[in-house]
Structures are given as C-alpha cells and as structure tokens.
C-alpha cells in the first residue's frame, strides 16, 4: 500500500495551496480519506476527512477555508487549502482507513509566512 502525498509548499498569509495524495494497493472506493498535521512540538490532528459515502467533516479552525475532495477514479483526494495562516504551518499527512485497516502517507511541509 502506498499514499503518495504531493502539494505541499511555502506561501504567504492568505494564500492558497492545493495538496493530493494518491493511493495504491488498495480499494479506494471502500477507505475514508484523511488528512492530518503535525506542527513542531504538537500532536498530529485531524484536518479534514470524507468517508466511502462522501460525507465531510472539518477541523473547526479549518471550516470555510479547507476543502476536502475524492476522485475515486483516480484514488485521489485532495485537500484545498484557502485564506492560510501562519497557524497552518505543519507537515501534511494523508490518512487511509477501512475497518481494522489504516495507512499513512509520507508527509508534505506547508509553511505559511506572516
């Protein structure tokens, strides 16, 4: 199984980045997607995930800024990221879990300047 994380990137407050993490070896249609941060010196949190059915839900920080999407052609899922603040700045994590079941991508840096 591999999550294939990509996006990630340094950009100013109010900015805007798009991250994707694309998987294999597994059945993608059938895992909730997510997406997790880990800033220095924090626990990794939950951002943003959509499950099997397409149902969402959103870090309260994150509501109205971030999207979460699946393209379950591509077992893709993408997270866009809107209006960034300093506070955004982490490393990125794509998350895949179905049952007992659960994987984890290699991280992606985003840094939000003041």
């Known amino acids: 199984v591999q999550l294939q994380a990509s996006g990630g990137g340094l950009v100013q407050t109010g900015g805007s980045l798009r991250l994707s993490c694309t998987a294999s070896g597994i059945i993608f249609r059938f895992y909730a997607m997510g997406w997790y941060r880990q800033a220095p010196g924090k626990q990794r949190e939950l951002v943003a995930r959509i499950d099997s059915a397409g149902n969402r839900q959103y870090e309260d920080s994150v509501k109205g800024r971030f999207t979460i999407s699946r393209d379950n052609g591509d077992k893709t899922v993408y997270l866009q990221m809107n209006s960034l603040r300093p506070e955004d700045t982490a490393v990125y994590y794509c998350?895949?879990?179905?049952?007992?079941?659960?994987?984890w991508g290699q991280g992606t840096q985003v840094t939000v300047s003041s």
């Open positions: 998350n895949s879990a179905s049952g007992r079941n659960m994987y």
